[in-house]
């Protein structure tokens, strides 16, 4: 069975400093990887995915990279701001149907 | 609008009650879930459906059930509520609409919030 795990579970830090998120697969047979913020009273919103034929993605100041191999990926946010205050999940998709497994998410605390 | 909606946002029950779940979607997705999230869990699969004919079971279906009554809706029902189905609950769609397909993007509604006393 595919576990999925992000390490920290919580992260604190000053504004201006690159956020480094982790997160951890056991079976490299994916799909594809997301990544996912979460804000309180609010849905998820994806934020980059990576199909599992590449290493990485890139939407403004956030990069993601995939090393399938190895079951990991990182998410990186540069110059962080307060407002990227959230809980950070990575999913996993398992089969052709479109099954996510999710980590349980890394909660990040951007201080002024 | 939302693209996806949730109702209720807050529900507060008691026990043996039974509890509806709505997820509306105006997205055109054929593909709706549902999840559960409980602190330092992550979010797990209750049911999913690929269309109104077909639902499947996911990671943790016991003590729910799922109706699709329309391509667009798709409700979780707790039959008889119990304290440790207290948890958040999200609806989430993919697929394409019209002739693109992609079943990659899963997008969520807002979550239900169920506390089961």
């Known amino acids: 069975k595919q576990e999925v795990t992000q390490i920290p579970a919580a992260l604190s830090v000053p504004e201006g400093e690159n956020l480094v998120l982790n997160c951890s697969f056991t079976d490299s047979a994916i799909y594809n990887l997301q990544w996912f913020r979460q804000d309180p009273g609010k849905g998820l919103t994806s934020l980059l995915l990576?199909?599992?034929?590449?290493r990485e993605q890139t939407s403004g100041r956030l990069n993601a990279s995939l090393d399938k191999s190895s079951g990991r990926s990182t998410l990186y946010i540069a110059a962080s701001q307060p407002g990227d205050s959230a809980t950070y999940l990575c999913a996993v998709r398992t089969d052709s149907w479109g099954k996510l497994q999710f980590g349980a998410g890394t909660q990040v605390v951007v201080t002024p | 609008d939302a693209d996806v909606t949730q109702t209720p946002r807050n529900r507060i029950t008691k026990t043996g009650k039974r509890i509806m779940l709505e997820c509306s979607q105006t997205?055109?997705?054929?593909?709706m879930y549902w999840y559960r999230q409980d602190p330092g869990l992550g979010l797990r699969l209750i049911y999913y459906s690929f269309d109104v004919k077909d639902i499947n079971k996911g990671e943790i279906s016991d003590g729910y059930s799922v109706s699709r009554q329309a391509q667009a809706k798709f409700s979780l029902s707790l039959e008889s509520a119990i304290p440790n189905q207290t948890a958040l609950y999200f609806c989430?769609?993919?697929?394409?609409?019209?002739?693109?397909?992609?079943?990659?993007?899963?997008?969520f509604g807002p979550g239900t919030r169920l506390t089961v006393l």
């Open positions: 989430a769609t993919s697929g394409g609409t019209g002739q693109r397909k992609s079943t990659d993007t899963q997008y």
């Open positions: 997205k055109g997705h054929d593909r």
């Open positions: 990576i199909q599992s034929s590449q």
